[in-house]
């Protein structure tokens, strides 16, 4: 496992203080992007529940703000990706609405849209020589 997704993982679990989607996926990477600890928190701040208004996945969207951070201004094979193993879907409230449907929980849905997010992003740095 590597350091970034393991980071993420701990991130999810802990309850107080909460880290939304976006946060969760920006600060693994934050000190490699030459970003503090607070300005991850800072940038990402308003990312969950889909930008607070279940709109675009906020573990998507701070996928979208690592690949920035490291010169990657070309997110296709992301979103190509993300699109691929969620029927199209990459809106917050699609998202949550489809696992609902499915009779699943909240928590581990998004918990795994993190995990999938960081390892993403980790493979396109790598393949691109960022990390």
Do not use: W
Not at 93 to 122: F, M, S, W
Request: aromatic letters at 6%; one cysteine or more; a negative charge.
């Amino acid at each position: 496992m590597s350091k970034y997704l393991e980071r993420a993982m701990q991130l999810r679990a802990i309850v107080t203080p909460h880290y939304n989607c976006g946060q969760s996926v920006v600060l693994p990477f934050a000190e490699d992007a030459g970003l503090t600890e607070a300005q991850a928190m800072g940038i990402c701040a308003n990312f969950g529940r889909g930008l607070k208004r279940e709109a675009a996945c906020g573990a998507v969207t701070g996928g979208l703000v690592v690949l920035g951070l490291f010169g990657i201004d070309d997110p296709a094979e992301y979103y190509e990706a993300l699109r691929a193993s969620h029927e199209g879907m990459l809106e917050c409230g699609e998202l949550l609405r489809k696992n609902e449907a499915l009779g699943r929980e909240r928590k581990p849905h998004c918990d795994a849209l993190v995990y999938e997010c960081v390892t993403l992003v980790e493979n396109l740095l790598r393949q691109r020589g960022k990390l």
